[in-house]
């Protein structure tokens, strides 16, 4: 009950990239960037566990970017050919790959660290990969014309990556579609069919990942635009809670979601957002206690998992180890409550 998990990236370590940054280069080259990215992925479960977090994940240590890191193994992306685009409906500009040729994997894309981060640990295990819809607002056009199609082309190479993961001992496949927040009408229209083409035949704990983004500054100004009560999660939730997807990730902590519209999630497990990943201030325990018990009035214990509101790579690394500690010790409080 109240298991703590992370949404999924964690801050690298200095010495294999920059830190405090998205698209952070990285600092090692040739195989020593290869050994960096392994032993940072131990690191990172292992501080996970240290924090006392219950379904851990690789930190997403080996990858440059959640998107990115998957589309470099993607044949048909090319990444000489690189534009700036406007991404999430023009919240900010990207420099972003164009694919030029149907898209094929090239071979498997996280197996490496997906394998390490396995033998690394005896707790559940959580993998996160972009979802389609996400993964075609991050990336230019220039073979198939048609950006549905092209969604359901990735969505099928997700699959193949997903069912490979699953067979190393992945528990939790989880996708992430900060996009879903985006274009809600396309949601409706043919995102929840990509989304579940990704998921098709997993075995395994399936997720979707909602947020409103990275702390960065133009999304923190694009919450500003928000208005009093973000609504959006009201257009989505209905529809997710049909879909096949066992788990939803949400944005909660320090945001101006209406946390009844977690109700809409009837049948399916709730990640609940206890951990802002917009400030630096690390949250006391009894602050994530507090966010729990506001969710439970909406969702039953045994399906909600306390999480972070996004991933919390461009941090600090003592911010976002604090954060997990006060993350592991909030849900403990509201467990001993429960027991009583
Ligand atoms: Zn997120």
């Known amino acids: ?49 240290i924090a006392g977090i219950d379904i851990v994940g690789d930190g997403e240590q080996a990858r440059q970017h959640f998107v990115h890191g998957f589309l470099e193994r993607i044949a048909g992306v090319d990444f000489e050919k690189r534009v700036t685009m406007g991404i999430r409906n023009n919240r900010y500009e990207a420099m972003v790959p164009t694919v030029t040729a149907p898209l094929t994997r090239m071979g498997p894309v996280h197996s490496f660290e997906a394998g390490i981060a396995r033998a690394s640990t005896t707790k559940k295990l959580k993998f996160t990969l972009p979802g389609p819809m996400t993964i075609i607002d991050t990336i230019a056009d220039g073979y198939y014309g048609d950006r549905v199609k092209m969604a359901m082309a990735f969505a099928d190479l997700l699959n193949q990556e997903a069912k490979e993961l699953e067979a190393l001992g992945v528990d939790v496949i989880q996708f992430d579609e900060p996009a879903f927040n985006v274009y809600m009408d396309q949601v409706r229209d043919w995102g929840i069919e990509a989304l579940e083409r990704a998921a098709a035949g997993l075995k395994c704990t399936t997720a979707v990942h909602i947020c409103y983004g990275y702390g960065i500054k133009a999304n923190i100004d694009w919450k500003q635009s928000l208005g009093s009560e973000w609504r959006q999660y009201e257009d989505t939730f209905p529809v997710i809670a049909k879909s096949k997807i066992d788990q939803v990730s949400l944005e909660c902590a320090n945001s101006r979601v209406p946390i009844d519209l977690i109700a809409l999630l009837d049948g399916k497990d709730v990640l609940v957002g206890a951990i802002d990943v917009a400030s630096e201030t690390v949250e006391t325990p009894e602050q994530v206690a507090a966010v729990i018990r ?3 009035q909406f969702v039953k214990p045994e399906k909600l998992y306390p999480c972070t509101n996004c991933g919390m790579a461009p941090l600090p690394r ?7 500690v006060s993350l592991a010790k909030g849900a403990a409080i509201v467990r001993a409550e429960l027991a009583r």
Do not use: N
């Open 1 to 49: 009950m109240l298991q703590t998990t992370i949404a999924g990236s964690l801050p690298k370590p200095s010495w294999l990239a920059e830190p405090e940054k998205l698209w952070a280069a990285w600092r090692p080259t040739g195989d020593a960037l290869l050994e960096a990215k392994r032993d940072a992925t131990i690191l990172s479960i292992k501080e996970q566990e």
């Open 294 to 296: 506001t969710a439970m």
């Open 318 to 324: 003592a911010v976002a180890q604090g954060k997990l």
